[in-house]
T-cell receptor, first 114, second 113 residues
Framework: AQTVTQSQPEMSVQEAETVTLSCTYDTSESDYYLFWYKQPPSRQMILVIRQEAYKQQNATENRFSVNFQKAAKSFSLKISDSQLGDAAMYFCARLQGGSEKLVFGKGTKLTVNP | DGGITQSPKYLFRKEGQNVTLSCEQNLNHDAMYWYRQDPGQGLRLIYYSQIVNDFQKGDIAEGYSVSREKKESFPLTVTSAQKNPTAFYLC????????????FGEGSWLTVV
């Protein structure tokens, strides 16, 4: 069953602009973690950012930040000052505490235009 | 170097044959995972294991089997019952002790010929 939903199969952004990728998820638990992973054509999975559900503060990593809306079960990724190297597939994932089940969304293909 | 090693990177299988993909980690991680990736489908969870000698079915376990006899090893067998086995397979692991860092292998490409 798909419990992580990425509603944007593809997105594009101009270099140096800002783009936001959407993610929503299902859970009945209070203990979980959320992630954004980047997958370039090499297929290597690269961690972009992670968020603990018990933390109210949104995570940030340099040009990457999230908007974590716990009540709405929403976890969007904002990429600022987009660079050509940001072009890739981006996957949202949820790790369920306790059961350790780690589930991914279907991904969003991001294109960065020069 | 510490990490996850998947082998083989490329594998060809004849229809009706079973094939086993290897996943080994030297990170002393407790949990290990197998995913299948098809175009437009993202990563779909096949099986996962929290501890030795225990594992759970993921969302698409039919036609696959796993074992977890050792902490560092989590092999995946693609059986002849799997109707569309051609795909990219990813193995991952994480520790249960501290936080939530997940490590991935480089993947294995399986093609049925």
């Amino acid at each position: 069953a798909q419990t992580v939903t990425q509603s944007q199969p593809e997105m594009s952004v101009q270099e140096a602009e800002t783009v936001t990728l959407s993610c929503t998820y299902d859970t009945s638990e209070s203990d979980y973690y959320l992630f954004w992973y980047k997958q370039p054509p090499s297929r290597q999975m690269i961690l972009v950012i992670r968020q603990e559900a018990y933390k109210q503060q949104n995570a940030t990593e340099n040009r990457f930040s999230v908007n974590f809306q716990k009540a709405a079960k929403s976890f969007s990724l904002k990429i600022s000052d987009s660079q050509l190297g940001d072009a890739a597939m981006y996957f949202c994932a949820r790790l369920q505490g306790g059961s350790e089940k780690l589930v991914f969304g279907k991904g969003t293909k991001l294109t960065v235009n020069p | 170097d510490g990490g996850i090693t998947q082998s083989p990177k490329y594998l060809f299988r004849k229809e009706g044959q079973n094939v086993t993909l290897s996943c080994e980690q030297n990170l002393n991680h407790d949990a290990m995972y197998w995913y299948r990736q098809d175009p437009g489908q993202g990563l779909r969870l096949i099986y996962y294991s929290q501890i030795v000698n225990d594992f759970q079915k993921g969302d698409i376990a039919e036609g696959y089997s796993v074992s977890r006899e050792k902490k560092e090893s989590f092999p995946l067998t693609v059986t002849s019952a799997q109707k569309n086995p051609t795909a990219f397979y990813l193995c991952a692991s994480r520790t249960l002790l501290s936080g939530n860092t997940i490590y991935f292998g480089e993947g294995s490409w399986l093609t049925v010929v």
